[in-house]
């Protein structure tokens, strides 16, 4: 007996980004009770403001772009291929300062 098992594979995530002119776009790639998988995408000078999530975890990684990572007492640089972890109530934001567009990959568990 064979189980057919269903995947999801994004050869280049920002391929399918999407942007929107007035605020961060929100992508959502998978969604399951356990997972939520997504992309933030920031068009230049667009802001994720801080925030904190209750019995979730997040992880970030960026997957075109620079910017910052906003946290509660700091601001750290952020670039294709780093990874920000957010635990839970940890506050957290993204602050897209550059000239160009912004797209993160999100990774949220449990899901919302």
Do not use: W
Request: charge should be neutral; aromatic fraction near 8%; hydrophobic fraction near 40%.
């Amino acid at each position: 007996m064979s189980i057919k098992h269903q995947y999801h594979y994004f050869d280049q995530p920002k391929n399918i980004a999407v942007f929107d002119s007035k605020k961060m776009a929100k992508q959502t790639l998978f969604k399951s009770d356990r997972l939520l998988v997504g992309l933030n995408c920031f068009e230049p000078g667009q802001k994720h403001k801080l925030h904190s999530h209750k019995g979730m975890d997040k992880v970030y990684q960026v997957v075109d772009g620079t910017g910052l990572f906003l946290l509660e007492d700091q601001e750290m640089p952020m670039k294709t291929g780093c990874i920000l972890v957010a635990p839970e109530n940890v506050p957290h934001g993204i602050l897209n300062n550059s000239e160009n567009p912004l797209i993160v990959l999100v990774v949220l568990a449990p899901s919302p």
